[in-house]
DNA sequence: AGGTCTTTGTAACTATTGTTACCTACATTT
DNA sequence: AAATGTAGGTAACAATAGTTACAAAGACCT
């Protein structure tokens, strides 16, 4: 656990802290898919993570969801900050997008850390900040952009997650990230497949100039 | 001052605080309709606001403008949080929705009394976790919502916020902060009338039962 | 009263997105 | 090979929202 902890956060926390979480957090591994956190969960601990990518996800009263954002490493979940603090439900659900590795800190240590550690608060707020500044992007892409656009951004920021020219999903799949239905992706795939954009297949999308 | 900040402040932090704020903090008053902040601009203090009610918009490239969420009594602005730590640039326009009175506080003193004052902590991690709520509430809307809901909820948010069932809006003010053109919001608000809901008049609505 | 500006009403049309339905292709199981 | 399940293609149509254009009504000024 040292080796990551100090790959992904050795930079960003002091020593002191660094020994503290390793002296209470957990390590934990989480294979693709995994179900990270759902709505109406109450929060035990806070996730930092080492490597992989998590997709966070909202859900309305019908079932019908939106990708809000992903976290990457040395990113951790302002939401669940929101819920250890306020102790309410996640109001969000986190899905592992690919295999990650993780330390989860207790809630307790939050408001510890805070009055303690400089680059703890730094760490909390610089998260804050990037947290609302994604919903921001978020709110720009439904609101300011048509289908068509918010695909397009939707494979550049997936196939940068995935650090590859592949998208392993199908059209139904990226149909429920963007909250539109399988037939609609359908129509707006085939059209930048035949710019020249990219390369369509069963199950996966090939990328070749976007 | 110092009844004002009492009368909205007082029972949320504690007396040591309040004094500090006395302080360094000045008072303002600003008319409605005026701007506050606008994109791009950094940020020179946090205002805590103290009556009246802020509306936060966001804007994108083309000037198209969206209403993000209003700040209200007991506020306030994440956003300038951000900005204050981070010190970057303003990604929002706040603009009085009402005249309002705001205290407004060095950022200096942000850091300090996070490790000295346990309120202030509990102040700035509940006023972001309503922010990001707010953010959520505005994605839900946009994103689940179709046009004539989304009216509907705009215009029982403004009659709360302005505390009447008068609402002094054009129809084109509107349809700025939805988003969409003066035309949609005519057409809607006329079967909104149609079915008793509400009453038409020059520069104003009435709201009757929403 | 006449002129001008702002606001609202409305029609006609276009564009985008959502829905339904059905077909084809591929993969897996029996 | 036949059956089944999943993924993707496509047409036809409906619903919603955006655009253009113009008329009518109210407000304000001279």
């Known amino acids: 656990m040292i080796h990551q902890l100090k790959a992904s956060y050795g930079a960003v926390f002091e020593n002191d802290l660094l020994n503290e979480i390793l002296q209470v957090g957990t390590f934990k591994e989480i294979p693709e898919n995994y179900t990270l956190m759902d709505i109406g969960e109450y929060v035990k601990g806070m996730p930092l993570l080492v490597s992989g990518a998590i997709k966070v996800i909202r859900e309305d009263h019908n079932g019908d969801e939106l990708l809000l954002y992903y976290l990457e490493k040395g990113d951790t979940c302002s939401m669940t900050l929101n819920c250890c603090m306020g102790s309410t439900k996640s109001e969000i659900r986190a899905i592992a997008e690919t295999d990650a590795k993780l330390i989860m800190v207790p809630v307790q240590k939050m408001e510890e850390w805070t009055v303690k550690y400089k680059s703890w608060?730094?760490?909390?707020?610089?998260?804050?900040?990037?947290?609302?500044n994604e919903m921001l992007n978020t709110i720009d892409s439904i609101a300011f952009f048509k289908m068509d656009m918010r695909l397009l951004a939707y494979l550049k920021e997936k196939s940068r997650i995935n650090a590859g020219e592949i998208i392993q999903n199908t059209h139904q799949e990226i149909a429920y990230d963007l909250h539109t239905s399988r037939v609609v992706i359908s129509r707006l795939l085939k059209k930048l497949e035949q710019i020249g954009k990219i390369e369509l297949h069963r199950n996966y999308i090939k990328i070749i100039d976007l």
């Open 121 to 132: 608060r730094n760490f909390v707020f610089l998260s804050y900040q990037n947290r609302l």
